[in-house]
């Protein structure tokens, strides 16, 4: 149990365009998700977490007009690169989290990797 | 500033032989702490986990040390297998205004020789 997908496993698109990607529980309904961006041979650096039916909180550093995060259902997330450019290029991977506070375990989606060009 | 570190970038082990992955964390405040293993191209899969009241956890092949005077945790793994090889991250978990957060260690890449 515990499944987290993503879609798409892996895009490219070209500067300037938007891209969103999605995170879904398949089994369980995720009151908290979670983005990570992870560049190569560097570690997940959390990007924001969100709580479904409210706003995203970001960490420091992370552009919330630019990364557009959508938490409308229990078992959906979408993180949207808005105006993508070459240095948004990386590997996005969502996590989630049954129950509010009730559980530190995070299940974690494969990855969507993008590609800017 | 806060963070999760690792001792060692790469390790490599001989098949059969055991492996001792070391991580350092600086927040004496977090109470959870989660071993991670990723292979390449794919999302984090857990691997075994301990709360801050513990010093010792077993799972199957694999333990968890953690040593709160120091501040330092590690993850042994027993007879290593070839997948075993991976990119190995700890991580701890923070509570902050009623939400929790993970941090990530640097991450060691192990690799297994047959």
């Known amino acids: 149990g515990a499944v987290v997908s993503q879609h798409p496993s892996w895009v490219i698109c070209k500067s300037g365009t938007s891209v969103k990607i999605e995170c879904r529980s398949l089994?369980?309904?995720?009151?908290?998700m979670f983005w990570y961006r992870q560049f190569p041979k560097q570690s997940l650096m959390l990007m924001a977490t969100?709580?479904?039916?409210?706003?995203?909180?970001?960490e420091q550093g992370v552009e919330k007009d630019k990364f557009l995060i959508n938490h409308a259902s229990l078992t959906l997330s979408t993180l949207t690169v808005t105006s993508a450019h070459p240095e948004d290029s990386s590997f996005y991977i969502c996590s989630a989290r049954a129950g509010r506070g009730s559980s530190y375990e995070q299940y974690f989606g494969p990855g969507t990797r993008l590609t800017v060009t | 500033g806060e963070s999760v570190g690792l001792h060692l970038p790469t390790l490599s082990v001989q098949e059969g032989d055991n492996s001792i992955i070391n991580c350092a964390y600086s927040?004496?405040?977090?109470?959870?702490f989660i071993w991670y293993k990723q292979e390449s191209g794919k999302g984090p899969q857990f691997i075994i986990d301990?709360?801050?009241?513990?010093d010792k956890r077993q799972g199957q092949r694999v333990t968890v040390l953690l040593n709160k005077t120091v501040k330092h945790l590690s993850l042994q793994i027993a007879a290593t297998q070839p997948g075993d090889s991976a990119v190995y991250f700890c991580a701890e978990n923070k509570k902050r205004f009623g939400n929790e957060k993970l941090t990530f260690g640097t991450g060691t890449r192990l690799t297994i020789i047959p």
């Open positions: 089994d369980f309904q995720a009151t908290t």
């Open positions: 969100s709580n479904e039916g409210s706003k995203a909180t970001y």
């Open positions: 927040n004496s405040a977090s109470d959870y």
């Open positions: 301990i709360r801050s009241n513990m």
